[in-house]
């Protein structure tokens, strides 16, 4: 089993649309957890963290599910500007293990 | 606030040519530092990292080094490249090990 999981896509959706984005690792000690965005041949950013309990920042809601290992990002309202790579992001004792991405497109 | 400098952004190389991209951090003390290469169509690879001055993990066996001459500043080498090595070379720091990551700019490199 990969370290980090994530279905590639790409996810097409219209504006407006909600869409969800799912990810699992592996390794049951990890400890921190994010989702960053990466743009294309631009680096990554961080987009938000993930709390156990649940986050949202904006149109943006993270989950953690640290018994199924288990991550998900949803984004309501898609604007064009979405439209980017989503990387899910797994910090086990020292460093950060990044998923391959998951690819959206938003059209008009 | 900080910030961190990546150069260059763009090179071309030979095969068998020597390589050294360099990373500076500015507006903080004692980072860690990262080196990562996402070659194409494929995900992030840890190459190295550093928690100070000369100390350095490889996370990887590889045609690379990496040294750390200075607190903030994070050098990727190699003495000869491959073919490859050709990728998107991105430095990165944290505050801590419990912190997400700032990325440069990256550097691409192609050998050809």
């Known amino acids: 089993r990969k370290e980090v999981e994530q279905d590639p896509g790409p996810f097409n959706v219209p504006e407006g649309a909600t869409v969800a984005f799912n990810c699992t690792y592996s390794n049951s000690a990890s400890q921190s957890f994010f989702w960053y965005r990466q743009d294309c041949r631009k680096e990554p950013k961080l987009l938000m963290s993930v709390y156990s309990s649940g986050n949202e920042d904006g149109r943006f809601t993270a989950q953690l599910n640290r018994a199924s290992q288990y991550i998900s990002l949803l984004i309501r309202d898609s604007k064009l500007s979405d439209s980017a790579t989503y990387l899910c992001v797994v910090k086990g004792y020292s460093t950060l293990t990044f998923g391959k991405g998951t690819m959206l497109l938003v059209s008009p | 606030s900080q910030t961190i400098h990546q150069w260059p952004a763009t090179l071309v190389q030979p095969v068998g040519s020597p390589l050294s991209l360099e990373c500076t951090v500015e507006?903080?003390?004692?980072?860690?530092l990262y080196w990562y290469r996402q070659a194409a169509g494929r995900g992030l690879q840890l190459l190295f990292y550093?928690?100070?001055?000369?100390?350095i993990s490889s996370e990887v066996p590889q045609n690379l080094s990496a040294s750390r001459p200075q607190d903030r500043q994070f050098i990727l080498s190699s003495k000869k490249l491959l073919l490859s090595d050709s990728g998107f070379y991105l430095c990165a720091w944290s505050v801590s090990r419990t912190y997400g990551y700032t990325f440069g700019s990256g550097t691409r490199l192609t050998v050809v």
């Open positions: 507006g903080t003390s004692n980072p860690n």
């Open positions: 550093s928690v100070g001055i000369g100390q």
